[in-house]
């Protein structure tokens, strides 16, 4: 977020945070939803993933990755022991400090949406469906939550409080 800190002045705390993901031959129907390791696409394909791998912008795959999220999701799903893997990658989340989105229409910038998530292959797809209502209608729609960056000021109202991340032993 330093680029768009940067152009337009808005302070958004996130941080990189990277997940690997994989990809499976398609299957027939098996999760009708998502779960915590899993999501199933219209395709049939499983999207696995499980890391979350404090390493800056280093968004690469890494063979240990790869291992832990198949070691990881063949706990829950020990079927996926027998199902073809074909292909892997890692990408960056852009983590809030308390772990949660950001969902916010900063005032004053008609037309620019802060959204990031925390769940890249579970929420991201019924966020990015919410908030593209929200840019479609021009309103936030009913069901999605307030995500706003307020909540990380001091003293703030409902103010969340500060993850591992956050506090400092020094």
């Known amino acids: 977020m330093l ?3 940067r152009l337009v ?5 996130v941080r990189p945070q990277r997940g690997q993901i994989l990809v499976t031959e398609a299957l027939p129907p098996l999760l009708r939803h998502p779960s915590v390791p899993a999501r199933q696409a219209r395709s049939g394909t499983l999207l696995l993933g499980a890391t979350h791998e404090e390493e800056g912008f280093d968004a690469g795959s890494t063979a240990a990755g790869i ?14 022991a027998r199902v073809a893997v074909l292909r892997a ?3 960056l989340r852009p983590l809030s400090p308390d772990g949660l989105p950001i ?3 900063p005032a004053g910038w008609p037309g620019l ?6 769940s890249g292959i579970t929420l991201c797809p019924a966020v990015g469906r919410a908030v593209a209502e929200w ?12 995500f706003d960056r307020v909540r990380f000021r001091a003293g703030a ?14």
Not at 135 to 146: A, E, N, T
């Open 3 to 5: 680029v768009l800190e």
């Open 9 to 13: 002045g808005l302070d958004v705390p």
């Open 67 to 80: 291992c832990r999220v198949a070691a990881s999701t063949r706990r829950y799903f020990p079927f996926l």
């Open 89 to 91: 990658w890692g990408a």
């Open 103 to 105: 969902l916010e229409q």
């Open 113 to 118: 949406f802060l959204v990031t998530s925390h």
């Open 135 to 146: 840019v479609r209608v021009g309103h936030r729609p009913s069901g999605l939550p307030f």
């Open 157 to 170: 109202p409902g103010r969340l409080e500060p993850t591992p991340a956050e506090v400092s032993v020094e």
